[in-house]
């Protein structure tokens, strides 16, 4: 069992609902999770965050979204935000103005951030992506959010499960 799985299978309650809110900040996904520990594998960690996913009501998301910064924008000192969004780092003046302008646009049609797995994209990518996600119809986006806010959690509790130290 990895390290920081076999931690977080143990911690006192208090402790682990700090660490999953570091994955995700909705309270409906961490009670979820924390109701069925232990977890004997990563695997079983990530179908009950799947399962966790899957039964968040609109205002579960609203809550989980309040946790991410804008693309282009991570919080001043958060390594996780940064890393997160590296394919924005690089980017030109011109692009992470279009990306603050779609954020923007996106926030006003939809209530919430643009939200995307950035992992791995380019800023390009993103905003390739925003600029495709703003015509949705709001339930299909809902969806879509859901799906990212689904892959974002998976590469957080990889990281959470294979911790090495507290």
């Known amino acids: 069992m990895p390290p920081g799985l076999a931690r977080f299978n143990t911690s006192r309650e208090s402790e682990a609902r700090a660490a999953l809110h570091e994955v995700c900040a909705s309270g409906s996904w961490a009670g979820h999770l924390l109701a069925h520990r232990p977890y004997a594998s990563p695997d ?5 965050s799947d399962a966790a996913m899957a039964r968040l009501t609109a205002d579960d998301l609203a809550e989980a979204m309040s946790g991410h910064p804008p693309i282009g924008r ?39 951030v643009f939200l995307i ?13 925003a600029r495709t996600r703003i015509d949705n119809p709001p339930d299909r986006e809902r969806e879509i959010v859901r799906g990212e806010l689904g892959k974002i959690n998976r590469l957080r509790l990889t990281r959470l499960a294979a911790a090495t130290g507290p």
């Open 117 to 129: 797995c950035a992992t791995g994209l380019t800023g390009e990518e993103m905003r390739e992506a």
């Open 44 to 48: 079983a960690l990530f179908d009950a």
């Open 74 to 112: 991570p919080r001043p000192g958060d390594p996780v935000s940064s890393r997160e969004q590296s394919g924005m780092t690089g980017a030109d003046a011109g692009l992470k103005a279009e990306m603050a302008e779609l954020n923007l646009a996106y926030q006003r049609r939809f209530g919430h």
